[in-house]
């Protein structure tokens, strides 16, 4: 027997390579399943809404304009409130005004005793052929005098025509005055938010200036285009009248409208009207609502998101959206059989509902496809199912 004395750590390397060479190598313990959770293939019947973006109106909107030219003397409302229809928004001065119809009084009243000259002076000359008529007929008088008396009484009678004439156009001239005047008064129109001047006080104004304007606002009316498909869908569901009847509790298809700050309005519209014609371009036409608009929240101007329910399907096979890959142009989801086992299908989705979405083609009911996990699986492999999801649809 050899001595492993003076070479002991030599000894001990090959007494362990020994054993090692004599256990063999122990193989490496098989991977388990991944976990993932699954979703079954639900069908009910959903509600389909669409979204839109909108833009708010006044339900109607009046430019102030004067009537008159004249030198801006005083405004007479605050910027940004309510006002009333004939309200006295502006005032141009009305000094040359009321010397015109000062004129027209005068011309008027000149005419007035033109007339009652032209009419005396045909008394007389009715007197002086009464009186010459049987003259005449008993030679006492030239039938030439009578004729003469004839013919002065016929110019009495054309004068006094002329100045009935002159009357009514001295009146006319006075009533035109009279509204020139009042038009010094630049008034609202309608009822409703009277916006910012665009002119200052001392400013030589016209017809053509736009002083301000005034929207009514309660109840105030949305703009929104929708798809041609959108729009059939509501056409027969909805009465396009043009007139809003917020009286009615309920509407066939109530709006809601979100506002800029992501709060959802309080009040829900209604839908009024449709537009002419859809836009070749773009391939919409413009859907008309109104709100009702109580403490004049909403302004024109404004936009929001329009949000209303087009259709029902029926039967639809839901699944959640978390479940649908999109690889290049194509939509996945990956199928777990009764036996656990991976199967990715090529599906058809339609429209979203909340946190699901709708599969037109590729699944059945009843179906299991994995809602969280996706990306750790492939098409044949084994899975772990170790928890269940079924949300319900947001409406």
């Keep these: 027997m050899t001595s492993c004395r003076g070479f002991q750590p030599m000894c001990v390397l090959a007494f362990l390579t020994t054993i090692l060479c004599a256990c ?31 833009s708010l109106e006044g339900y109607t909107n009046a430019n102030i304009q004067p009537e008159v030219s004249g030198y801006l003397i005083h405004q007479s409302y605050r910027e940004g409130s309510f ?4 309200d006295v928004l502006f005032e141009i001065d009305p ?65 006094i025509k002329t100045d009935q004439a002159n009357i009514e156009a001295a009146q006319a001239a006075v009533e035109t005055a009279q509204i020139n005047l009042g038009f010094t008064e ?20 016209s017809p053509t200036t736009v002083l301000t304007s005034v ?13 041609e498909q959108e729009y059939l869908s509501l056409a027969g569901r909805v009465r396009f009248t043009g007139q809003p009847d917020l009286l009615q509790p309920t509407s066939p298809v109530p709006l809601q409208l979100t506002l800029a700050n992501g709060e959802v309005y ?13 836009n070749q371009q773009t391939g919409t036409i413009t859907i008309v609502g109104a709100f009702s608009n109580p403490g004049n ?12 329910m087009t259709a029902t399907r029926k039967g639809a096979l839901l699944i959640p959206q978390s479940a649908v890959s999109q690889l290049q142009g194509r939509y996945q989801v990956a199928i777990v059989d009764p036996h656990n086992r991976v199967t990715i299908r090529n599906v058809e989705p ?11 083609a590729g699944l059945t009911s009843g179906e299991r496809v994995i809602s969280e996990g996706v990306s750790k699986v492939k098409d044949g492999q084994v899975v772990t199912p170790s928890c269940e999801t079924a949300p319900a649809p947001q409406t």
Excluded at 215 to 227: G, N, R
């Design 186 to 205: 630049v008034r609202s129109l309608i009822d409703g938010i009277a916006g910012i001047a665009t002119t200052q006080i001392g400013n030589l104004v």
């Design 266 to 278: 309080k009040h829900s519209g209604r839908i009024l009207f449709a537009d002419r014609q859809v």
């Design 24 to 54: 063999g190598t122990k193989p490496s313990p098989k991977p388990s399943p991944p976990s993932v959770c699954v979703a079954p293939v639900t069908q009910q019947n959903v509600a389909i809404y669409g979204e839109w973006v909108a």
């Design 215 to 227: 929207s009514q606002v309660q109840p105030v009316k949305v703009y929104f285009p929708i798809s």
């Design 350 to 360: 339609g429209e979203r509902v909340g946190q699901l979405w709708v599969i037109n």
């Design 83 to 86: 006002v009333h229809k004939g």
């Design 95 to 159: 000094r040359p005004f009321q010397a015109a119809l000062d004129q027209a009084n005068g011309q008027l009243a000149q005419s007035r005793g033109q007339l009652a000259q032209a009419q005396a002076q045909l008394g007389l000359a009715t007197i002086n052929v009464n009186r010459d008529t049987p003259l005449a007929a008993a030679h006492a008088v030239a039938i030439s005098q009578l004729d003469t008396d004839r013919q002065t009484q016929k110019q009495d009678e054309a004068l």
């Design 297 to 308: 929240i909403l302004r024109p101007g404004q936009y929001g998101r329009i949000r209303a």
